[in-house]
């Protein structure tokens, strides 16, 4: 039982580069998210996914796009990579996002844009 | 004014020292609070979880949430070396299906051998 895993784990990027974060978990969980943690910022939400075929912004959607391709994956697209995405990416997943429900984190992917 | 406030720190203390790390929130629609840690390079993992004031302990670990102050604690007593750490507030206004996490920046905890 692997949890959550990410790929690739470190990235270099361009500015204006494209590229896509990938996530899966084989928890069975029905929700996802994507998180970015930056110095003095704390983590904040990307985008989260209630289950399945939807999708949401969080609070820092802009420069994103997200695909909840099945249950298990979660991808996270930057289509024109800009410095200011230079960060850490969590995925995270949980079982219903309820009230009670608990988030499991990946160990993040660490991405620089030049 | 931020929904929640955790003083970054860091924070150093001897081994055996009792941790005190604290979290306000504005929010009073927060019902759930947790308590998460994160080591160097790694995802944030939950250490407590608790839904209503007063005290909950387990094993070196005690959360502690007084909302009419909207005040919340993580109390560690006997610290170790391996509790060498990011800790992380987090809070989420309960009810429906679809919900936000709101974290603290946390606070990095050194314990000192």
């Known amino acids: 039982n692997a949890g959550v895993t990410q790929t690739p784990k470190f990235q270099v990027l361009k500015t204006g580069q494209s590229m896509t974060l990938q996530c899966a978990q084989d928890?069975?969980?029905?929700?996802m998210y994507w998180y970015r943690q930056d110095p003095g910022m704390g983590l904040r939400l990307i985008y989260y996914?209630?289950?399945?075929?939807?999708?949401d912004k969080g609070e820092v959607p802009n420069g994103y796009n997200v695909s909840r391709l099945n249950k298990r994956e979660f991808s996270l697209r930057l289509e024109s990579a800009a410095p200011s995405q230079t960060s850490v990416y969590f995925c995270a997943s949980s079982l219903t996002g309820g009230t009670t429900d608990t988030q499991y984190f990946g160990p993040g992917t660490r991405l620089t844009v030049l | 004014q931020k929904e929640v406030e955790q003083d970054p720190g860091p924070l150093s203390v001897p081994e055996g020292a009792i941790v005190s790390l604290n979290c306000t929130y504005s929010n009073s629609a927060f019902q759930y609070f947790m308590w998460y840690r994160q080591y160097s390079r790694k995802g944030p993992e939950l250490l407590m979880y608790?839904?209503?004031?007063g005290n909950k302990e387990d094993g070196r670990f005690t959360a502690q949430v007084d909302k009419s102050s909207k005040y919340i604690s993580l109390f560690i007593r006997d610290s170790q070396p391996s509790d060498s750490a990011t800790y992380l507030c987090a809070m989420k206004v309960g009810g429906g299906s679809n919900y936000k996490l709101t974290f603290g920046k946390g606070t990095l905890l050194t314990v000192n051998p």
């Open positions: 996914s209630a289950s399945e075929g939807t999708t």
């Open positions: 928890m069975n969980h029905n929700s």
């Open positions: 608790t839904y209503s004031s």
